[in-house]
């Protein structure tokens, strides 16, 4: 078959859920050509979210997103177990790590996130999780420690610490911050979490910066704090993530705390588009650009690349979602949740059920629920619609938040109306074409904020 006969070829790059989800979109959407899915790790595509915490208690193995046999049914080609080195963006070719090169004519980056490392925080008897590989090492630590010490209280530290717990084990986390969770929920709500885990026989020391990490009596670790030292089996670092930006950036595309896109995820290259924890994406509802870990926005992120890639553009409109499960309670979340401004909280802090939602106006731009995930699922039908609400009626527990929606005959949908200003505004170009100039990426745009991750990642 000569060259302009051939089908065309969609190259993916990472082997995330947000990968999986846009091709098994772009197959379920009709796409007859060729697909190449290039990953570092030797397995398709899993789930994240049970590798801190079902994995570790051992009621869960590795949950592919789709089965092995799925990519041969539909002809993916997989190349597992080899890296993308270098990008080829006028050549349009993927260079490997084992010599060979791709080319392609759409490229997808979905190369996600990787564990933020500690300087002198390393050596025998220290872990970090993102992957399997790394989850099923930390899985028999944890089952051969009988201490566990984590260092970082964010979602995934809290929910190393749980299953620690409910392992028998003992656990203590050390957190810089003034509480667990503090940029994710900020001092009040983060507090009741704390004593969730206090209460769970976790030994939580706040305001303990690490400064410094040696070899323990017994083969363990010896971690060095501003209240003495703590002896432990295990070291669990969670203190963030970097996302991998590096293959995109020394490409020369934009770069800012992720891969810069628009919300279409076209990057500035025409044909390369970005999607799932690595994109640092424009969104005009929020009118910055923002980087979320979640694994839910993930999925929804290649499910709606694969359209934008087969010329049915939409903007991406979807509201954020996550959630965590920790001992017997589970925090959820909608919406982008800013911890700077004033909570409106429904429910009680003291009997660990409550929702804290955060208004823009007279409008709900995110709640924060402990226990409460029928409220986190009605607030976020109503973040994605036009409405109107008051401090006075979001701590009304006896008003169903669905009340506050206007009737559908009367309103349209927030995503709707975002589609519609985005028709008028310009015409619409095909899947291929750079963005608009108030959309394009730019190389000097400023850094996106960063949505803590929950379950999305480890």
């Given amino acids: 078959m000569s060259r302009t006969q051939r089908k065309p070829r969609i190259v993916g790059v990472g082997g995330g859920v947000a990968s999986a989800a846009a091709i098994a979109e772009l197959r ?53 177990g080899v890296r993308a080195t270098r990008l080829d963006l006028a050549a349009r070719t993927v260079h490997l790590s084992d010599g060979s090169a791709v080319p392609y004519d759409q490229l997808l980056l979905a190369t996600g996130v990787r564990p933020r490392a500690l300087p002198g925080i390393d050596g025998a ?29 964010g979602f995934i530290g809290c929910e190393v610490a749980s299953a ?20 994710a929920l900020g001092p009040d709500l983060g507090q009741v979490v704390a004593g969730i885990h206090r209460d769970a026989g976790v030994d939580v020391r706040t305001g303990q910066p690490v400064t410094g990490l040696t070899r323990g009596p017994g083969g363990g670790v010896r971690i060095a704090t501003g209240d003495g030292p703590v002896d432990a089996d295990v070291l669990v670092v969670g203190v963030g993530t970097v996302p991998n930006q590096e293959l995109a950036e020394q490409a020369g595309l934009p770069v800012g705390n992720g891969i810069v896109v628009d919300e279409y995820f076209a990057t500035a290259v025409p044909g390369v588009w970005a999607v799932g924890d690595v994109v640092a994406q424009h969104l005009p509802r929020y009118g910055r650009r923002v980087r979320v870990e979640h694994h839910d926005t993930a ?7 694969a359209r934008n890639m087969l010329g049915r553009r939409a903007p991406f409109g979807d509201v954020h979602w996550f959630w965590s499960d920790q001992f017997e309670h589970t ?17 009680s802090l003291e009997q660990r059920s409550f929702s804290a939602f955060s208004l823009d106006g007279e409008r ?12 986190v699922l009605d607030a976020r039908k109503l973040i994605a619609r036009e409405h109107r609400a008051t401090a006075d009626q979001l701590r009304d527990e006896s008003l169903p938040l669905k009340r506050l929606a206007p009737s559908t005959a009367t309103a349209p949908s927030a995503a709707t ?42």
Avoid at 44 to 50: G, K, L, S
Avoid at 125 to 152: F, K, M, P, S, W
Avoid at 164 to 183: C, M, N, S, V
């Fill in 125 to 153: 008897g220290v872990c970090y999780l993102r992957t399997v590989q790394d989850a099923t090492e930390l899985r028999d630590r944890i089952n051969a420690a009988r201490h566990v010490a984590v260092l970082g209280g």
């Fill in 417 to 458: 109306a975002s589609s519609a200003a985005t028709a008028s505004s310009a015409a619409t170009p095909s899947a291929g074409t750079a963005p608009s100039a108030a959309g394009t990426p730019s190389a000097t745009a400023p850094s996106a904020g960063t949505v803590p991750s929950a379950r999305t990642a480890p």
């Fill in 331 to 347: 925090i959820s979340s909608a919406g982008l949740p800013s911890t700077d401004g004033p909570l409106i909280i429904r429910g």
């Fill in 299 to 305: 999925l929804r992120h290649g499910r709606a690349v």
């Fill in 28 to 80: 379920k959407e009709g796409f007859d050509g060729d697909i190449t899915l290039v990953s570092a790790e030797d397995t398709v595509p899993y789930e994240r979210p049970p590798l801190s915490k079902e994995f570790l208690l051992g009621r869960s193995g590795s949950v592919p997103v789709k089965d092995p046999s799925w990519y041969q049914q539909n002809a993916v080609e997989l190349l597992l």
């Fill in 364 to 375: 709900l731009s995110a709640v924060i629920s402990l226990n409460r995930p029928k409220d």
């Fill in 164 to 183: 620690a717990i409910q392992l028998g084990k003992r656990a203590t986390i050390l957190e810089a911050l003034p509480t667990l969770l503090y940029r």
